[in-house]
């Protein structure tokens, strides 16, 4: 049975601080999402990590995934308020973003 | 990216009744859809796979006789939580597959419906 942990699963930060999300996955896959949910709203892609030493970078955030680890990190950098969310990693356990399971979420606070 | 759209987004019913929750994919066609529940502060699990014109495929746990799944159509499939307890209180959303701007398959979601039974 595949299972995703994450860490931590609360953060609460500086604004201009650097901290990392980590997702670990229990079974081979080659696929990892990285989601954002708002309180009360739906999920929002970030990323889409297709591929073993996959990085991508959008703004103040990076996604990396290490396969041969069952890794993925999901980088802040230099943190902003906006940046204040709930973030939710997902290996698909099927083919093509079908059938995810989720991480349990970090949430994530950034004070001014 | 793909567009899912979720309707309603929030609604209240009385326990013992039934409550339908619609999902549409607007700018494509998806044969397969997928229903998530997220409990309050927790993650999403995934409830059931919808298959357009084919029976529903559900989790372990899930009931199927309790959460009706219908899609008839290419574009749009449908929940229905049958005679609704306070416990069935949850966000439910859905998903579908396709290319989208991130450079991969990716899920789209729909907006989610937070139904609340009393």
């Known amino acids: 049975e595949l299972k995703v942990e994450q860490n931590p699963l609360f953060l609460s930060m500086q604004e201009g601080k650097n901290y990392t999300i980590y997702c670990n996955y229990s079974?081979?896959?080659?696929?990892l999402y990285w989601y954002r949910q708002d309180p009360g709203k739906s999920l929002e892609s970030l990323f889409v990590?297709?591929?073993?030493?996959a990085v991508k970078q959008e703004g103040r955030l990076m996604a990396s995934l290490d396969t041969k680890a069952r890794l993925s990190t999901l980088h802040i950098t230099a943190a902003v308020h906006d940046l204040s969310a709930t973030y939710f990693c997902?290996?698909?356990?099927?083919?093509?973003?079908?059938?995810?399971?989720f991480g349990q979420g970090t949430r994530l606070t950034i004070n001014p | 990216g793909a567009v899912v759209s979720q309707h309603p987004s929030r609604v209240i019913c009385k326990s013992g009744t039934s409550v339908k929750i619609e999902c549409r994919s607007l700018d494509f066609q998806a044969t397969t859809m997928f229903w998530y529940r997220q409990f309050p502060k927790q993650s999403l699990m995934l409830m059931a796979t919808s298959n357009e014109g084919s029976k529903a495929t559900y989790e372990q746990g899930v009931e199927k006789d309790k959460f009706l799944i219908n899609h008839a159509s290419l574009t749009l499939s449908t929940l229905t939580v049958t005679s609704a307890h306070p416990e069935d209180s949850s966000f439910y959303i859905c998903?579908?597959?396709?290319?989208?701007?991130?450079?991969?398959?990716?899920?789209?979601f729909g907006q989610g419906t937070r139904l609340t039974v009393v």
């Open positions: 990590l297709l591929s073993n030493g």
């Open positions: 997902a290996v698909d356990r099927g083919w093509g973003a079908q059938k995810l399971v």
């Open positions: 998903s579908s597959a396709g290319t989208g701007d991130l450079g991969g398959t990716e899920a789209f």
């Open positions: 079974t081979t896959s080659d696929r």
